[in-house]
């Protein structure tokens, strides 16, 4: 079975560090694009980025470029969404998935719809 | 960045009645799109992906349809489970890939 599974839920003060993983199961870690998804209070989902586990190739959003750090450890296949000065609006679940990838008029894109989904992260900041 | 619109944001649907959601680019991810479910308290899952093309084990009351800007989730007689949000995502164009509001299908 292919899982992603994530660490559990952070409580942090402004201006604190913190370093969230996604550990994947049940596939070839290296061979798919991981990204991580925001998802603030009562609101909607927010793609921010994907590494390639192989490589470490790592895409932002223009939203949360500079923002946050994606990395990844290929040998134990996790994954990390990290920041260096967290804010009180950094306060939301955060969840991990898998890009799956397709093939179609004789190309194949590795970046399409996301499955399966981590269970999610909270990250609660506050003073 | 394409912006994924979904109307409308609250649908009030009786048990057994077909639900329809809507989805609008604003410009063509050709048949680049998916839908997700999303119960509370609970990660998003993968419904339908390639516009219309049913994830594995995802009943057939759900159908996805459309191409280009304009896209339709349709679900033929609600069940109770089925009260949930829906989320829609392109990935025609990235980064970043990029999803709509939303549309909470609630009891009417």
């Known amino acids: 079975e292919v899982q992603l599974v994530q660490s559990g839920a952070e409580v942090k003060k402004p201006g604190e560090s913190l370093k969230i993983s996604c550990k994947g199961s049940?596939?070839?870690?290296?061979?798919?694009?991981i990204g991580w998804v925001r998802q603030m209070p009562g609101k909607g989902l927010e793609w921010m980025g994907i590494?390639?586990?192989?490589?470490?190739?790592?895409r932002y959003s223009p939203s949360f470029q500079g923002q946050v750090t994606i990395s990844a450890d290929k040998s134990i296949s996790t994954a990390y969404l990290q920041w260096s000065s967290l804010k009180a609006s950094d306060t939301a679940m955060y969840y991990c998935?898998?890009?799956?990838?397709?093939?179609?008029?004789?190309?194949?894109?590795?970046?399409?719809?996301?499955?399966?989904w981590g269970q999610g992260t909270l990250v609660t900041v506050s003073s | 960045e394409i912006v994924m619109t979904q109307s409308p944001a609250t649908l009030s649907v009786s048990p057994g009645e077909r639900a329809t959601l809507s989805c609008r680019a604003s410009?063509?991810?050709?048949?680049?799109l998916a839908w997700y479910q999303q119960k509370p308290g609970q990660a998003p899952r993968l419904l339908i992906y390639?516009?219309?093309t049913r994830a594995t084990g995802i009943p057939a009351r759900f159908s996805g349809s459309g191409s280009g800007t304009e896209f339709t989730l349709t679900i033929s007689s609600l069940q109770s489970e089925d009260f949930a949000v829906y989320y829609c995502?392109?990935?025609?164009?990235?980064?970043?890939?990029?999803f709509g509001g939303g549309t909470k299908v609630e009891i009417k």
């Open positions: 998935a898998r890009h799956t990838g397709y093939c179609s008029g004789g190309s194949c894109y590795s970046v399409a719809w996301f499955d399966p």
């Open positions: 390639g516009a219309s």
């Open positions: 590494i390639y586990p192989g490589d470490s190739d790592t």
């Open positions: 410009q063509s991810v050709s048949s680049n």
């Open positions: 995502q392109q990935y025609n164009n990235w980064p970043p890939v990029t």
């Open positions: 049940g596939y070839s870690f290296t061979s798919y694009w």
